[in-house]
């Protein structure tokens, strides 16, 4: 599939358990973010690469790990999957340029039990 | 830290007519961009409109168009003929340059067009 792809779509756990949302973009995009969206808090970034093999945090990163093995790929993991990690998760990425549009993944509504 | 401020949660508006959301920002930056997104009941969220701060022309797209007073922080987003189509989540979003590109988004505000 062309553009950006997240999978699974829709996911439900349990708390405790480990979780990896894939994220894959076919543009060769230098930048890839990760959001969660929650009622109230519109979206927040969690983390954000620059490019392969660098990642940085945004502003909710506690309880996730990302890794950028490859341009194309931006996996995130929840390592101890809690309820407060509900949500909608949306993968992004963009070209280099500051002004260059971030184009958006579908998402993936995480429900942990 | 930036901070992105929508003050309405909700609005709607009848087919046809105009309809202005409202959108504020924190910043000490001088040089920045501005964004409006919408995301529709499928959730894809997608780019309205954008405006760089240092531009005094408010940017324009078809039926949308921003107000932006930059000493006011404000930014708010004027839809022209609204269309049953516009119906969606619509969130503005804050970058500064050199940051990795990362936004900052308002909470959202829902709005409704009517027939």
């Known amino acids: 599939d062309a553009g950006i792809t997240q999978s699974p779509r829709y996911k439900i756990t349990e708390t405790g358990r480990q979780v990896t949302l894939m994220c894959h973009q076919t543009?060769?995009?230098?930048?890839m973010f990760w959001y969660r969206q929650d009622l109230g808090h519109g979206l927040r970034l969690i983390y954000y690469?620059?490019?392969?093999?660098?990642?940085d945090k945004g502003e909710v990163p506690d309880g996730y790990v990302v890794s950028r093995s490859k341009t194309e790929n931006f996996p995130l993991t929840l390592e101890s999957a809690t309820r407060s990690q509900t949500s909608v998760y949306f993968c992004?990425?963009?070209?280099?340029?500051?002004?260059?549009?971030?184009?958006f993944g579908p998402g993936t509504r995480l429900t942990v039990l | 830290a930036q901070t992105v401020t929508q003050s309405q949660p909700e609005m709607s508006v009848q087919e046809a007519e105009t309809v202005t959301l409202s959108c504020t920002y924190d910043?000490?930056?001088?040089?920045?961009?501005l964004f409006w997104y919408k995301q529709p009941p499928s959730r894809q969220m997608i780019l309205v409109i954008r405006?760089?701060?240092?531009?005094?022309q408010n940017a324009t797209e078809n039926r949308f168009s921003v107000n932006f007073q930059k000493a006011a922080k404000s930014f708010s987003l004027k839809i022209s003929d609204s269309q049953l189509g516009d119906t969606a989540m619509y969130f503005c979003?804050?970058?500064?340059?050199?940051?990795?590109?990362?936004?900052?988004f308002g909470e959202g505000t829902q709005l409704t067009v009517n027939p």
């Open positions: 992004a990425s963009k070209e280099r340029g500051t002004y260059n549009e971030q184009f």
């Open positions: 543009w060769s995009h230098s930048y």
């Open positions: 690469s620059a490019a392969a093999d660098i990642t």
């Open positions: 910043t000490s930056e001088n040089n920045y961009y």
């Open positions: 405006q760089e701060a240092y531009k005094q």
């Open positions: 979003a804050f970058m500064k340059p050199l940051s990795g590109s990362r936004l900052t």
